[in-house]
RNA sequence: GCCCCCAUCGUCUAGCGGCCUAGGACACCACCCUCUCAAGGUGGCGGCACGGGUUCGAAUCCCGUUGGGGGUGCCA
């Protein structure tokens, strides 16, 4: 029997990252065994699921580079209705399942009265209501025994069934919830491992109990993957954590940047290198090797990742990549010389940690003068006595050396000599003066694609009006 | 309240009874390199939650405690 996993995006949102994190896996995994990875839209309930948004979770899986095997075919819960809506019949005429027209306040008042703990108490069970617009159809859980699980990451878990109370399967407007819709479907798809968030562990028993009155066959192996946390240890939200993995798109993330930190969470490969290939991780990848504690998310980890990834990209790559981030630049696309930028490409590649910071570190490239950064000129000319001397005497002497970065930096250095000072105070003023900032990718090889005439241009236009 | 899960440096992790005076990575600190800033190199700081067992031997196995988290919906 060929593998086969499945990811079930609830589409009432964009995608999370702990949603994320989860299709990664079963990507990893089917990939790893050569198995299928599909696609299944849990939109049961009307209420929140838009619709809109499926394209986007595609959109998004796809920037991650998580491919289906279901593509153009994915099931849509919601359009299955009457399939599912059969399937409650077979159980309310064995007698598996019944009709209750409680509402939760008055349940909540019986268990109050009678000391009992929250949870629906079985009030309807032997009422014989019929099934209709007021009544919602509840699965009558067994009293004794208890369902036991074999998860892959931890273990067995068992739960006893006097603890599971009897749950909703279908609305009172006929449609019905996951748990009903979600075992149905991974019978039907021949799901064979299902890998999910671990806040679902303690739904688990109910589809198990699903499953097996419904003659579902096998279930299938569970793996229940440990939750992603934010800063407080808490399970990572919206309000306090940045979640959205278009957020981190935009940020300027590169999409093996995030699957491969993200691969990180909760699993390690066996060597203990952790920044990768994704084809390697692939190789690496085992469900055994999955550990079930939290897992912290740490921005600055990712962001090393993908500084490394950033790193690893050809100039003709990081400039592709770049694109949309140098369309948004402040240079007019006129300005623009791809081949300045990717002469001086490696240079800003070690320098980054994301595309969105790839605009400010060449801008001065591009842009007809450079923008000058009050505290860069305030400290290496405004407030620099050597300054005024140290640029006339740049001025001067830029006007007749051969323009390589090479001898650019040997005038350099001989004019620090000239002034006393040594090559690293030297390149001060002239780096603001020329780039706008004290700090930036090396002076020399920027001067030299900038050119004589611009580069002693901006010296010039340092210089105080007085002293020019 | 009840049910379930988890527990190695601040964080991600290696470790699956002796190779552990616990290894790596991020972050942090120092030094080196150096035209700034990075990158890179070297070194440093820092951890097996606690208490009982089991065993010749426990980070590793068992029990308990404590702590954390998740679930407890006509959400998924």
Request: some cysteine; charged content about 25%.
């Amino acid at each position: 029997m060929t593998t086969r996993v499945r990811f079930a995006p609830s589409p009432t949102g964009s995608l999370h990252l702990g949603s994320a994190r989860t299709a990664l896996f079963n990507w990893l995994f089917a990939r790893s065994v050569s198995g299928e990875f599909l696609i299944r839209i849990e939109d049961t309930d009307a209420e929140r699921s838009r619709p809109e948004l499926i394209d986007q979770v595609f959109a998004t899986l796809d920037w991650l580079g998580l491919d289906w095997d279901n593509r153009g075919d994915e099931p849509r819960q919601s359009q299955r209705a009457e399939l599912y809506r059969a399937a409650v019949e077979r159980l309310l005429a064995a007698g598996a399942a019944y009709a209750c027209d409680c509402e939760r306040s008055a349940v909540d008042e019986r268990n109050a009265a009678a000391g009992r703990p929250p949870g629906y108490d079985g009030h309807c069970r032997d009422r014989d209501l019929s099934v209709g617009p007021d009544t919602v159809v509840r699965f009558a859980t067994p009293d004794t025994g208890s369902v036991d699980i074999d998860d892959v990451v931890r273990g067995r878990v068992s739960f006893d069934c006097v603890n599971l109370e009897d749950f909703v399967i279908a609305r009172s407007d006929g449609s019905v919830t996951f748990l009903l819709a979600n075992a149905i479907d991974d019978a039907e798809m021949g799901i064979t491992h299902v890998m999910r968030g671990e806040d679902l562990l303690n739904s688990t028993p109910k589809a198990l109990l699903l499953r097996r009155a419904l003659d579902g066959g096998e279930p299938p192996i569970f793996a229940h993957l440990p939750l992603i946390v934010g800063e407080g240890r808490k399970k990572l939200s919206k309000r306090r954590d940045d979640v959205a993995v278009e957020n981190y798109r935009d940020a300027g993330y590169l999409p093996e940047g995030m699957v491969n930190y993200l691969a990180l969470l909760g699993w390690g490969p066996k060597d203990g290198v952790e920044v990768r290939p994704t084809a390697e991780i692939i190789e690496q990848f085992s469900l055994e090797a999955i550990n079930p504690s939290p897992a912290g998310f740490d921005p600055k980890k990712l962001a090393h990742v993908n500084a490394e990834k950033l790193r690893a990209l050809d100039p003709e790559e990081l400039l592709a990549r770049s694109e949309p981030f140098l369309a948004a630049a402040p240079w007019g696309a006129d300005d623009f010389d791809r081949d300045v930028f990717l002469a001086m490409a490696p240079e800003v590649q070690s320098r980054v940690k994301t595309l969105a910071e790839v605009p400010d570190m060449v801008d001065f490239l591009f842009l007809p003068q450079p923008l000058m950064d009050e505290g860069s000129v305030a400290k290496a000319i405004t407030n620099n006595e050597l300054a005024v001397p140290l640029l006339g005497a740049a001025i001067e002497r830029f006007g007749s050396v051969e323009w390589t970065a090479e001898a650019l930096h040997a005038a350099t250095l001989e004019l620090g000599e000239a002034h006393g000072v040594k090559l690293g105070k030297a390149q001060a003023p002239i780096r603001v003066a020329v780039t706008g900032r004290t700090v930036g990718p090396p002076l020399f090889e920027a001067l030299e694609l900038l050119g004589r005439a611009t580069t002693i241009d901006r010296l010039r236009r340092a210089l105080p009006p007085a002293a020019g």
